[in-house]
């Protein structure tokens, strides 16, 4: 069993950047895709980013892509997620979760999940 926490979230201005981590106890992380994923109020959660077990595959949504960086660091046994230019519509909670599929958005597939780390941008 994988026990995942999400830390790092916030409340910045329009523009400001932040670093999510997703530390893992239990398992290692570099056996697991990790994906990012977000719930705004109100609405459904949606994808966000992905780092692949496999190296060098990491994936994100069109509204994040080139602002946010994923990566890993397998000797901490942590994911980061790091978000740049944030705008008042990446408010959200943010979820890490694991998967054993080598890359994917459907969070069906998605095994373990974080509890969630609250990212408030004011404009």
């Known amino acids: 069993q994988v026990q995942l926490r999400e830390s790092g979230g916030g409340l910045v201005q329009a523009g400001d950047s932040l670093r999510l981590s997703c530390a893992a106890s239990?398992?290692?992380?570099?056996?697991?895709?990790v994906g990012w994923f977000r719930q705004a109020p109100g609405k459904e959660r949606e994808f966000v980013s992905l780092?692949?077990?496999?190296?060098?595959?990491?994936h994100y949504a069109d509204s994040v892509k080139g602002r946010f960086t994923i990566s890993r660091d397998n000797n901490k046994n942590t994911v980061y997620l790091q978000m740049n230019s944030l705008k008042p519509e990446d408010t959200a909670v943010y979820y890490c979760?694991?998967?054993?599929?080598?890359?994917?958005?459907?969070?069906?597939?998605?095994?373990?999940w974080g509890q969630g780390a609250q990212v408030t941008v004011s404009s």
């Open positions: 780092i692949s077990w496999r190296p060098g595959t990491a």
């Open positions: 979760a694991t998967s054993l599929a080598l890359a994917t958005d459907d969070q069906k597939v998605y095994g373990y």
């Open positions: 239990g398992r290692t992380l570099s056996s697991y895709t």
